[in-house]
């Protein structure tokens, strides 16, 4: 796994042993941003469920403003930290070590994000718990752009009356991304 493009272009990334996360490949990551190419520069950026970091890293790299990395694993934040001193990002990063719904009740003090990432563990329904809380939190506004990253066997039929429109929905061989904004009656 590698930094695909950005002032940390082709770096290598550590990623999580064993088979309990799945990183983005490159393909995918590099169509991903793509599609986001436009939403990076300058943005407060929000990687939930960040794995190894190598998303909220790629949003960096491609000129992000900041990024908040949240996951609850230990392991995978002593992951996050050591690719992003290795990448020299550690200035413009926060991690926290809790779970997401911890997380962005600590964080409604902050500024709000632009880009919030979600990349749960699939077929938990994790999306929707979420996306919930998310969508009262102060961290975000109408204006915030939410990806999810999830598996093609989700289900989100909840999704119509859930506070959220989808833009975009890009589906891939076996997971798929959702671009969502705030309905208007949910902010």
Partial sequence: MRVIAGKCRSLPLKTLPGKDTRPTTDRIKETLFNILQNDIPGCRFLDLFSGSGAIGIEALSRG????????????????????????????????????????V????????????????????????????????????????????EASIKNDFSWLDNSGYTCIKWKTYKTNEHLFLRLDSAGE
């Fill in 64 to 103: 992000a403003e900041s990024c908040c990395f949240v996951d609850k694993s230990r392991q995978a934040v002593s992951i996050i930290n050591d690719n992003l001193r290795f990448t020299k990002l550690e200035n413009q990063a926060t991690v926290l070590q809790m779970d997401v719904m911890s997380a």
């Fill in 105 to 148: 009740r600590y964080l409604s003090g902050q500024a709000p994000f632009d880009v919030v990432f979600l990349d749960p563990p699939y077929l938990h329904d994790l999306e929707k718990e979420a996306l919930e809380t998310l969508r009262t939190a102060p961290c975000v506004t109408g204006d915030t752009l939410f990806v999810v």
